[in-house]
C-alpha cells in the first residue's frame, strides 16, 4: 500500500518493545498512522525504519513513517482513535505506571479515543481504567496474538527454515501460531468490530475478537503451568509426568486460579475440565505451532525472565483473591512457595 494515502485511524502505542513493534507494524500496513509514546532514551533507537523478521516466512518486513513522543504531554498533539498500551501488568500498576496512565488519560479525555491495555493481571483493565478516568467503554483488553521477541536481547534456539544470518539483522521477530495476530476482548462489541476493521486492513494477519468471559480464566490459568515450567527446567509438554508431584501441583494450582469469583461461571467450568492430559495436549499444539520458534526456549526467556516479576505478582494476586473469598489456593502457595526460592538460590 502506498503510506501517501490519507490515514484513516490514528493510533498511540505505548511502549516500542516487541509487541509494540509488532503491532505498529501491521497497523501501518492496514494504513493507520502510528505514533510510539517510549522513554527518551528510546526514542533514538527509532529514528531509524524498524527491522522484523518473520518466522512465518523467514523474511524480513519493515516498520516505517511513524511518529515518536518521549513526553506523554505532547500526545495531545493529535486526537487518536485508539491507544495500545503494551505495558506488562506489573509495570502498569507501578507509580510510574500508574502516573503515566494518569497523564495518559488527561491527554485523550476530550477525545474519543479507546484505549487498549495489552498487559495481563486479575482486575487490570479495571484498575487502568480508574487511572486513566476514562469511561467504560472507551477501555478494553487485547493482546498480542503472536509469540514476538526482541533479537539483540535473546539467544534462543535456531532451528530450520530459520536464516541465523537474516534473523540477526532484525530488531524484533515474530511468529503466527494458527491464530490471529492480535486480540481485544467482546466487553463492547462495537469497539472491538471497528479496532478489528482497522487491523484486518493490513492483509496479513488478522485480530480475533474473543468472549471477555472465557478469555481472562483460559489466560490466568496457564500461569501456574509457566511457574511450574521453571521449576522443572522449561521441558517439552510430553516430559510434564517425568516431573510427577510438580505437574500434579500445578494442575491444582491451575483449578485454583480459574476458580476465582472474578471468573464467574467461565471460570469454574473452565476448573472442572481442567486435566493433566487437557493440558499436556494444548502445550504440545502450541510447541508444534510455534515452530520454527522453539516455544519452551521463547517462554523460558519471556516468562521466566521478561515479565517474571508480572507472572509472580499475577499468582500472588490470585491467592489473595481465593483468601479474601474463602477459597483455600494450598497448591498455588505451595507452587508460589517453590518458585520463590528456586529462584533465589538461582540468583545466589
Request: charged share 20%; glycine share 10%; aromatic share 8%.
Amino acid at each position: 500500500m502506498s503510506h501517501d494515502t490519507p490515514p484513516t485511524f490514528r493510533v498511540l502505542i505505548v511502549g516500542a518493545g516487541a509487541m509494540g513493534i509488532v503491532s505498529g507494524y501491521h497497523l501501518r500496513l492496514a494504513g493507520a498512522e502510528v505514533t510510539f509514546l517510549v522513554r527518551p532514551e528510546r526514542v533514538e533507537k527509532l529514528s531509524r525504519p524498524q527491522v522484523l523478521y518473520s518466522y512465518d516466512d523467514t523474511d524480513l518486513k519493515y516498520l516505517s513513517g511513524y511518529r515518536v513522543l518521549s513526553d506523554v504531554t505532547d500526545a495531545g498533539d493529535r486526537t487518536y482513535d485508539y491507544v495500545v498500551v503494551t505495558l506488562d501488568g506489573a509495570s502498569t500498576r507501578s507509580a510510574e505506571g500508574t502516573a503515566l496512565l494518569n497523564s495518559l488519560g488527561n491527554a485523550v479525555r476530550g477525545t474519543a479515543a479507546v484505549v487498549v491495555i495489552g498487559g495481563i493481571g486479575l482486575g487490570l483493565r479495571q484498575y487502568c481504567r480508574a487511572a486513566l478516568g476514562l469511561d467504560e467503554e472507551r477501555v478494553i483488553s487485547g493482546t498480542l496474538g503472536v509469540l514476538a521477541h526482541q533479537v539483540a536481547f535473546t539467544d534462543l534456539p535456531v532451528r530450520p527454515p530459520t536464516h541465523p544470518d537474516v534473523l540477526a539483522r532484525a530488531d524484533v521477530a515474530f511468529r503466527h501460531c494458527g491464530g490471529g495476530g492480535f486480540a481485544v476482548e467482546d466487553r463492547f462489541p462495537a469497539v472491538a468490530e471497528r479496532f478489528k476493521a482497522l487491523y484486518d486492513g493490513c492483509g496479513v494477519s488478522y485480530c480475533d475478537v474473543i468472549d471477555h468471559n472465557q478469555f481472562p480464566p483460559q489466560v490466568a490459568l496457564v500461569f501456574p503451568i509457566f511457574a511450574a515450567s521453571e521449576l522443572m527446567g522449561w521441558p517439552p509438554a510430553a516430559q510434564f509426568t517425568d516431573h510427577k508431584d510438580t505437574w500434579a501441583l500445578a494442575v491444582e494450582a491451575a483449578r485454583e486460579v480459574a476458580s476465582v469469583d472474578e471468573y464467574g461461571a467461565a471460570g469454574r467450568t473452565a476448573a472442572a475440565r481442567l486435566s493433566g492430559e487437557s493440558l499436556t495436549r494444548m502445550l504440545s499444539d502450541y510447541e508444534e505451532k510455534s515452530l520454527p520458534l522453539d516455544w519452551n526456549a521463547f517462554n523460558a526467556f519471556h516468562h521466566g525472565g521478561k515479565v517474571a516479576q508480572q507472572d509472580l505478582e499475577l499468582l500472588r494476586d490470585h491467592v489473595t483473591a481465593g483468601e479474601r473469598q474463602g477459597r483455600p489456593t494450598v497448591a498455588l502457595k505451595q507452587l508460589i512457595a517453590e518458585l520463590t526460592a528456586f529462584r533465589r538460590r538461582e540468583t545466589v
